[in-house]
């Protein structure tokens, strides 16, 4: 093995919280005491306990009844009951709590050996006191470890008192961090509390501070991995300087072991080493080639123990073990490079959805369920929105195969010190940004070195979307200072100094020097059904690139979630209205099929969504937005407990697996006697080259009506480009008089696997015409949705008395068209607010918000059974081929009704703004029969599905059925 590393000859001082103990899963020849479990409790809300010395005299303490004055640690106060409702949480209490409970180091723990108390997590600031004294300085920081040498406060055998207040509200002087965790999106609200683990643990004086586990790989020239190595930082922490003099040394040994699961010895290494013990630490790397090892990755996720053991002549000895993958990751060009072999990051968005648990869980067989459910759907990747989660997380995250990348509590630009607006409202004037800097960089350093030998973890990212104000960002020293941190802590791991750039800023300026990879935001305002070249990059991308929170698609929420948050301390304050309105307005039995509907539209929109990222053979991957729905709104694949919605991991995996078949030109909808074409592409991120037969076919009740095929196709790992000289060529043969829902479906088969992908499509019959034998009249506005062909007259043809036996199409009905209706006569009505209040329409589900606006809060639609439509739906809504018809359309009003009318297509809201609106109605008149049509049928003459529709719609009106609903008069909106 190649010598890779050597002692170091500088020394440094390591920080109060690093907690390098709690980072390891054992320390062996050290003891430690559990102060997991019930602790007394009282809150603070004049924030006298420190005047009144309550660290003295916990008795005098003011506890609620109700609760004992009794509270459970990891937990948070608010989450146990402490704190007064609010309209969004039945208990909250923002301020001050003291915890107290009486502990004993045992008689027969090492006299020579040091104590330290350590809490794993706090929010947000904590002091100590042990039998009445203040151990040390306050710790301020709701992420990372914190702990104190107790040393000179306790005595074996003897009992000890000790307190402990933490204080939750916010100092932004001194701490700008505010992330997911802290609820800061819509529900703002503050929590407090031990919300981490409580321990007490000796060491030796002269002992391992912390172990940096590390990989280095060998290559051949084809790529494949070759020498393996496994190495250790080792930090030797020295408190004896005091008791020594300059030039006083001891000898000692690093030896290294790396075992399998099993406990079979896999390689060792032995270095000795001079330790000067007027020094207060050293650094040690020590290297062992491992045989034959077998290396960590999302699908093969093994876990070597590495241990680490350092003695000393005079029989000092002190040992850390970790569970450690050895993996490696680089980067070549845009390629993200996992032990040699391309990556593509298939990821989600999480943004810390906990209604039972409140604050962060500390249960890891929780984060084993969520993840074996998240990569069933073929995940690999996740992004953590401004958040940095437990050990038990990234513990799971390990064992499971999932690449997360946690991130900075900063959730958005204006917390920035100096700088930020939400920052300056929340400081004096003139208040300096370096105390609050120093914090972010201070706990992002004691993070990074606390959680750096987690191989799952991917990239440290700064924070979240900072890149979005580019000019700011660009001169801001902090990201620098945040870079340097994370590296010297972590030099073998990527950085990202935010998550979240315009593409804009990046073709115009390029990337940043603090950015490894980039997380570019595309115009998320739109989807890819509609444009499907929203992915494309102006220019290639000249480092590893995900697309940013992708998506923002909606489901409708099933309000049957509000009982399950009576188990909580929330109120779904955001979903109470929406459940009385509907109950109001009796559509409160129909909530689960609109649920069903728009998770089919979620999941279309998503495979379009993806497929169109990974056409970009630019990109390394993407982030789905998100993977559970967030407060306020319903976007995720699972809901706010993470309950699976409708869609199944067989209906994902299609195009959100390591291999995706991808095509691009097949259309939503073909007439007969067309020929369906398209490029063919293969996105290989699988861990070797395909060869096989590729296939398409088109198939109508599952039956092939044309098919192509190619013999020993190969496809390079790593490769998104399209196949050259490869395109489908489908001859559309047959037909009938309506239209047949077709699927348009490919197909690889190699040696060992089959890899399928499928779109759905219609074929529309050549000639589509109304079967009534009645004329057609349409105003001015209305004469150019039909084709020529069938002859629509203009309504100036006609003088004096309308004829019943005729069908009207206009914009807006006169006396004489009501008195045709009344009298039998057939109306479509192209309404624009006349008829009706209404509101635009677009073929894309709500942003995130989901009430943010009446216009944006679209959940899809619903389309009820109808012969009029029934041969152009499939799982009950507006699919693709809908999508210039929708997109521009209108939506009504109904609640402005003399009666609700017998509804064809519905537009769904989301829970947040629940409206009885419908895209396409019908009711009766007199005599006569109305479909009311807010589709956009503009220059869509010639557009099989908008013929389609007008046919029947036609045929409808003129018909002798009588409408289930019958209105009195049709008056103009006022």
Not at 247 to 260: C, K, M, N, S, Y
Not at 361 to 381: E, V
Not at 784 to 801: N, T
Request: charged share 25%; with cysteine.
């Amino acid at each position: 093995m190649k010598a890779k590393h050597s002692i170091l000859a500088a020394f440094a001082l390591l920080c109060l919280s690093s907690a390098a103990a709690w980072a390891t899963d054992k320390a062996f020849q050290r003891r430690r005491i559990d102060l997991d479990g019930t602790w007394s409790f009282c809150i603070d809300p004049d924030r006298r306990g420190e005047t009144d010395r309550w660290f003295d005299s916990p008795g005098a303490w003011e506890v609620s009844p109700s609760k004992g004055g009794r509270i459970e640690v990891p937990g948070i106060w608010d989450a146990q009951g402490y704190g007064a409702p609010t309209d969004k949480v039945r208990h909250n209490f923002v301020g001050c709590g003291w915890y107290c409970r009486e502990f004993v180091v045992p008689a027969d723990w090492p006299c020579k050996q040091s104590v330290f108390l350590v809490l794993t997590g706090i929010s947000r600031y904590a002091k100590v006191w042990i039998d009445g004294t203040l151990i040390g300085p306050e710790a301020i920081g709701c992420i990372g470890s914190h702990e104190w040498n107790i040393t000179p406060f306790v005595k074996p055998g003897r009992k000890s008192k000790l307190v402990v207040c933490v204080d939750s509200k916010q100092r932004w002087d001194v701490d700008p961090l505010l992330g997911t965790a802290q609820l800061n999106d819509f529900v703002e609200v503050a929590w407090g509390g031990l919300w981490g683990h409580v321990f007490i643990e000796s060491r030796p004086k002269i002992r391992l501070g912390d172990i940096y586990l590390r990989t280095s790989l060998g290559y051949s020239q084809t790529g494949e991995v070759g020498e393996t190595n496994c190495g250790v930082r080792a930090t030797i922490v020295n408190e004896k300087t005091r008791q020594s003099v300059a030039g006083e040394r001891v000898a000692g040994t690093i030896t290294l072991e790396i075992l399998t699961p099993e406990g079979t010895l896999a390689a060792r290494a032995v270095k000795d080493i001079q330790l000067d013990l007027a020094q207060d630490s050293a650094q040690v790397d020590l290297w062992a080639e491992v045989p034959k090892a077998r290396l960590w990755t999302p699908d093969t996720p093994y876990l070597y123990n590495v241990r680490v053991k350092f003695t000393t002549t005079d029989g000092m000895s002190d040992i850390l073990t970790h569970r450690y993958g050895m993996r490696e990751i680089l980067f070549a060009g845009n390629k993200v490079l996992l032990n040699g072999k391309p990556l593509y990051l298939r990821g989600y968005g999480d943004d810390h959805i906990y209604p039972e648990q409140f604050s962060m869980p500390t249960d890891i067989n929780l984060y084993r369920q969520r993840l074996r459910a998240i990569k069933a759907f073929g995940f690999n990747h996740c992004r953590h929105h401004s958040i940095v989660m437990p050990h038990e997380y990234y513990d799971a995250c390990d064992e499971l195969g999932m690449l997360p990348s946690p991130e900075m509590l900063i959730a958005y630009s204006p917390q920035l010190p100096g700088v930020g607006s939400l920052w300056k409202k929340n400081v004096a004037p003139d208040t300096s940004p370096e105390a609050a800097d120093n914090t972010i960089v201070e706990r992002l350093r004691a993070v990074v070195h606390e959680y750096r030998n987690h191989p799952s973890i991917l990239a440290w990212v700064g924070g979240n979307e900072m890149g979005l104000e580019r000019a700011a960002w660009d001169q801001s020293s902090l990201r620098t200072r945040c870079y340097e941190a994370a590296k010297q802590e972590d030099p073998d791991r990527p950085f990202m100094d935010c998550d979240g750039d315009w593409l804009k800023d990046y073709v115009a300026q390029g990337g940043r020097d603090t950015e490894d990879c980039y997380s570019i935001l595309f115009d998320e305002w739109c989807n890819p059904i509609t444009n499907p070249d929203k992915y494309e990059s102006p220019r290639p991308f000249d480092k590893p690139t995900v697309a940013h929170e992708m998506g923002n698609f909606l489901t409708f929420s099933r309000p049957s979630e509000i009982v399950l948050f009576e188990r909580t301390n929330f109120f779904p304050f955001w979903m109470q209205q929406g459940w009385n309105d509907l109950r109001r307005l009796q559509l409160d039995g129909e909530v689960e099929d609109w649920a069903l509907a728009s998770e089919q539209l979620y999941l279309t929109s998503y495979k379009y969504t993806i497929e169109s990222a990974r056409r970009n053979g630019s990109l390394s991957g993407y982030h789905l937005w998100q993977i559970n729905d967030y407060w306020t709104s319903s976007n995720g694949l699972f809901d706010h407990f993470f309950r699976p919605k409708s869609i199944k991991p067989e209906d994902f995996l299609p195009f959100n697996s390591a291999v995706a078949i991808l095509q691009r030109g097949l259309r939503f909808l073909y007439t007969e006697g067309d020929t369906a074409t398209c490029s063919l592409q293969i996105s290989n991120y699988g861990p070797s080259p395909l060869q096989g037969r590729l296939s398409a076919a088109l198939l109508v009740n599952g039956k092939a009506i044309s098919e192509q095929h190619w013999e020993n196709v190969k496809v390079d790992c790593g490769s998104s480009l399209p196949l050259k000289g490869i395109g489908a060529s489908l001859p559309i043969k047959g037909g009938g008089g309506t239209p047949r829902r077709a699927e348009v479906r490919l197909s690889l088969q190699t040696a060992d696997s089959l890899y399928t992908n499928a779109w759905t499509t219609y074929i529309f019959p050549r000639k589509i015409t109304p079967e009534t034998s009645w004329p057609i009249y349409a105003d001015d506005a209305s004469c150019g949705y039909f084709p020529a062909q069938w002859e629509v007259h203009s309504l100036e043809e006609l003088s004096g008395e309308y004829p019943a036996q005729a069908v009207y199409v206009v914009a807006e009905a006169d006396d004489r068209i009501r008195r045709a209706v009344h009298r039998g006569a057939g109306l479509i009505l192209f309404d624009e607010g006349k008829l009706l209040p209404s509101l635009p329409l677009e073929y894309k589900q709500s942003w995130w918000k989901a009430g943010d606006s009446e216009t944006k809060n679209n959940t899809g639609t619903y389309v009820y059974p109808d012969s009029m439509v029934d041969d152009v739906v499939d799982h009950s809504y507006c699919g693709p081929a809908w999508a210039p018809l929708v997109d521009g359309g209108r939506k009504y009003n109904l609640e402005a009704a003399e009666q609700r009318p017998e509804v064809i297509v519905r537009a769904l809201s989301s829970i947040v703004r629940v409206r009885d609106v419908a895209v396409l109605f019908q009711f009766g008149y007199g005599q006569g029969r109305v479909v009311a049509d807010g589709l956009n049928h503009r220059g869509q003459a010639g557009y099989p599905l908008s013929q389609w529709l007008l046919a029947r719609m036609a045929d409808r009106v003129a018909s002798s059925a009588k409408m289930r609903v019958e209105w009195n008069e049709i008056k103009p909106n006022n």
